[in-house]
């Protein structure tokens, strides 16, 4: 354990950056669904286009201290200003079962990028709740044994959970595979909820930049808000829908995947001017107080929580500014607007 703690405490000293807010990408969604639906999103919080062939993501497995290059895999794609980029595990073959089950459509639908077909070839997407992920700067070497500290330009960007850590599956029981960090100080031990297994973490719209110096406690609410990975589906009427087997229809719970609010960003909490057949959801974050411009071809608003569940449904509102009165409770919301055509569009809103 002495031998760990020293690397660990070297690994930071040696390759942590000074980053200012604003100034380089980081992780701004972290998808641990069901099966195989793993994601990362990454956001860009800077006025230029930024090429994330310079970026790779490793993971730190069930509590290791180092990861090579065959636990990690080299980013490509152009993340625009004040965007995002969507990196989802390639499992595609909708015939698959077992560890090769395919990722649901939904998400496939959301993703910009996919990584890591090939378990043994690289395993960097296949994470569960008790692995550590890396993003960091630098170009990985050619040789699957070596280190990823080891890699040309090598710098830490960010860094989601605890490096060296594996957390228990619950108080009691030693760490496994299935672990996960959790709402209960001290977050390794099981105490609490399981935040990193089966859920997924936003972050949080006042966060500017990435972590990059090991933490003594990797608490995930601190910097992030959390979600389930599926909700039910509701009927245009609100209610559940239930498949054949008389089970409640489960979708994934992702339709905050491709956009992120944040506070670099200018023109987050600023009301568009839209034309009269558009619609825009302002201010965001808010204080309470939302409003949704442009109703006139709108057949449906629902408003759904963190949890997945209905707050509120407006059927064919007639006003061409609505306002859903949210400041009860703080927190993050989906306002999922279906037009007369039968399009949807999701936006994730945040009350502070």
């Known amino acids: 354990m002495k031998k760990a703690v020293l690397f660990l405490a070297s690994f930071v000293a040696t390759v942590s950056v000074a980053q200012t807010n604003c100034s380089d990408v980081f992780i701004s969604e972290y998808v641990e669904g069901w099966s195989n639906n793993k994601a990362l999103e990454i956001y860009n919080p800077t006025p230029n286009s930024i090429n994330l062939s310079g970026y790779f993501v490793a993971r730190y497995s069930n509590g290791s201290t180092t990861a090579t290059v065959a636990n990690s895999v080299q980013l490509s794609g152009v993340v625009a200003p004040y965007s995002v980029y969507v990196a989802v595990l390639e499992k595609l073959d909708p015939n698959g079962t077992g560890q090769e089950a395919p990722v ?99 972050r949080k719209v006042g966060i500017k930049k990435g972590v990059t110096n090991q933490v003594s406690f990797f608490d995930p609410l601190l ?76 057949a449906r608003i629902q408003v759904v929580n963190a949890l997945g569940q209905q707050i509120a449904l407006y059927n064919h509102p007639s006003k061409s500014v609505l306002q859903i009165d949210l400041t009860e409770n703080k927190g993050v919301y989906f306002i999922k607007v279906v037009t007369e055509s039968g399009e949807t569009t999701t936006k994730r809103i945040v009350v502070k």
Do not use: M
């Open 223 to 298: 910097e992030w808000d959390s979600i389930p990975p599926v909700v039910v589906r509701l009927d245009e009427n609100g209610d559940t829908l239930f498949g054949t087997s008389g089970n409640p229809i489960l979708d994934g719970n992702w339709s905050s995947l491709g956009e992120h609010i944040c506070s670099c960003d200018p023109s987050s909490s600023v009301a568009q001017v839209i034309p009269e057949d558009e619609f825009v959801v302002y201010p965001n974050p808010s204080n309470g107080l939302v409003f949704v411009k442009g109703t006139s071809k709108i």
């Open 104 to 202: 649901w459509d939904s998400l496939v639908a959301k993703a910009d990028g996919f990584y890591c077909p090939v378990y043994n070839t690289s395993n960097a997407f296949y994470w569960n709740g008790n692995d550590a992920i890396l993003l960091a700067k630098g170009t990985l070497p050619a040789t699957a044994t070596a280190n990823v500290t080891t890699s040309a330009g090598f710098a830490i960007v960010d860094i989601f959970g605890k490096i060296g850590e594996n957390p228990a599956n619950e108080t009691g029981v030693s760490s496994g595979n299935d672990g996960s960090w959790t709402s209960g100080f001290p977050y390794s031990t099981g105490i609490g909820v399981q935040l990193t297994k089966d859920h997924s973490l936003l």
